[in-house]
């Protein structure tokens, strides 16, 4: 039975975040300021790489399903292994110490996610949903918010810790606690994680989540000349696999 987590992105833009959305013949991306991601329609059909083209441009970069072949002109950038995570018994929590983050802290996220590597995270990507943080000394050291929104459920991403701070559990203590908030709105928890971050996945299968499976995602750039320089998928293009909720974050 297909269900909105099989293409997650696809069933949060034609869905909670249609808003979000921009779309060139059957295919859809998130507003470039806002999030990376491109879909691709359940059943394509043979034009679908022409409306990728169109609506990426000539040079850039996306990622797309590995069970769709590639055009033979096409330059496959990575091959991006990942594992879902969804929420089978976590026990969400408020947190005393998790301040609700907003517009006029985006610089200091952005600073947090330069250094932590968690994934792409962009100038609005805030507005997908709800954000918590954590301070010490006025300086934010920690943070975990929403990102992709398919009906029923929220991803909970951008699970990060200042190095200096790590190992004193504040990765899972945010993520309970933006759990508590998805949960109160009748909605379930689930995360994505790259497959190589063996460490994170334990953590978060301990503390309630539970592995499910899910397709690989294949990185490639659209033939042609760029149109400006392709810093197009911001994490992804310095190497970091898919785009994980669970980064170097305990």
């Not at 069933?11 to 991601?37: C, I, K, N, W």
């Not at 040079?59 to 929420?87: C, Q």
């Not at 590597?117 to 949903?129: M, N, S, Y």
Request: glycine share 10%.
């Amino acid at each position: 039975m297909v269900t909105p987590i099989d293409d997650p992105v696809w069933a949060s833009l034609t869905g909670p975040h249609a808003h979000f959305a921009e779309r060139s013949g059957q295919v859809l991306r998130y507003q470039v300021d806002v999030a990376p991601f491109l879909a691709l329609p359940p059943e394509p059909d043979d034009g679908v790489w022409d409306d990728v083209a169109e609506l990426a441009g000539p040079g850039e970069t996306v990622i797309v399903h590995n069970s769709l072949p590639v055009p033979a002109d096409w330059e496959v950038l990575g091959r991006i292994a990942g594992v879902r995570l969804v929420d089978v018994a976590l026990e969400v929590a408020e947190d005393p110490e998790a301040v609700l983050l907003g517009p006029d802290d985006v610089p200091e996220m952005l600073n947090l996610v330069e250094r932590t590597k968690p994934g792409p995270f962009r100038q609005r990507t805030i507005e997908l949903g709800t954000y918590l943080g954590i301070r010490r000394d006025g300086a934010l050291i920690a943070m975990a918010g929403e990102r992709l929104h398919p009906p029923g459920w929220t991803e909970i991403s951008a699970v990060c810790t200042d190095p200096a701070y790590r190992g004193q559990g504040l990765a899972t203590r945010l993520v309970r606690a933006v759990a508590a908030g998805i949960r109160a709105r009748g909605l379930r928890p689930m995360m994505h994680a790259a497959a190589s971050n063996t460490s994170a996945i334990r953590l978060y299968q301990s503390i309630g989540f539970e592995l499910v499976p899910r397709p690989d995602f294949v990185s490639v750039r659209v033939p042609g000349a760029a149109v400006a320089p392709a810093a197009a998928l911001t994490g992804l293009a310095r190497g970091t696999a898919w785009p994980q909720a669970a980064g170097r974050s305990r």
